[in-house]
């Protein structure tokens, strides 16, 4: 089946720091894959998306890139500050067209703690 | 704010009840989506309305089943309520299917089964 591997952790780092979020994916076809961010107390945002292999998805600082030969969908931030403490989930959705459901298959999610 | 509205916030029940979570997506959106998020499951698909029909089932159990009306809104109902099914429940909507497509999430229904 499908699925979405990502480090859950926390993750703490200091504010200008450097971030990486791992994801990895297995897939029977060609998925579209995603990041959404929660922050407490509230409902999932789109962070980025890309929809094909080597396309970057980005958005406020944030990047990733899909990349079909590593089956990996990595998000980086060059600085990162307090604001973005939350949780980021890595998710992908295969849709009707590519055999599956549009309904979106998510990772565990990675608890990101940004400290002053 | 997402545009996506879910009531109630919380619900407190006990097991062996029925419950109905609903669901009003963003002016427009034709497609709703509810999920369910819990501590050992993590977030999963439940089920998908587009236009008022079904689209696509995910790990929704027997004792669950879900609509959509025709002024779009959704509504989730869970009957023979287990202590396991405590979770935050999610719905989602986007303006139409598929795999690419953007999906706007509420802040979610959080069911507390006693």
């Known amino acids: 089946g499908n699925s979405v591997t990502q480090m859950e952790g926390p993750v703490t780092l200091s504010e200008e720091a450097f971030l990486t979020i791992n994801c990895t994916y297995t897939?029977?076809?060609?998925?579209?894959l995603f990041w959404y961010v929660q922050y407490p107390g509230e409902g999932l945002q789109l962070l980025l998306k890309?929809?094909?292999?080597?396309d970057k998805g980005s958005n406020k600082g944030f990047e990733a890139t899909y990349r079909k030969e590593t089956t990996s969908f990595h998000l980086e931030k060059g600085s990162v500050q307090v604001s973005d403490s939350a949780v980021y989930f890595c998710?992908?959705?295969?849709?009707?067209?590519?055999?599956?459901?549009?309904?979106?298959?998510f990772g565990k999610g990675t608890h990101l703690i940004i400290q002053p | 704010d997402s545009g996506v509205t879910q009531t109630p916030k919380h619900l407190i029940t006990a097991t062996g009840q029925r419950v109905t979570l609903r669901c009003s997506p963003r002016?427009?959106?034709?497609?709703v989506y509810w999920y369910q998020q819990s501590l050992d499951q993590g977030l999963q698909f439940l089920i998908q309305y587009y236009n008022g029909e079904e689209r696509a089932k995910g790990n929704i159990l027997e004792r669950f089943s879900a609509q959509q009306f025709p002024d779009l809104h959704s509504e989730l109902n869970l009957s023979s309520l287990e202590l396991g099914d405590s979770a935050l429940y999610f719905c989602?909507?986007?303006?139409?299917?598929?795999?690419?497509?953007?999906?706007?999430f509420g802040q979610g229904t959080r069911l507390t089964v006693v």
């Open positions: 890309a929809t094909k292999a080597d």
């Open positions: 998710a992908l959705s295969l849709g009707r067209s590519g055999g599956g459901a549009d309904g979106l298959t």
């Open positions: 002016s427009g959106d034709l497609s």
């Open positions: 989602a909507s986007s303006v139409m299917p598929g795999a690419s497509t953007e999906a706007f």
């Open positions: 897939a029977t076809g060609y998925p579209s």
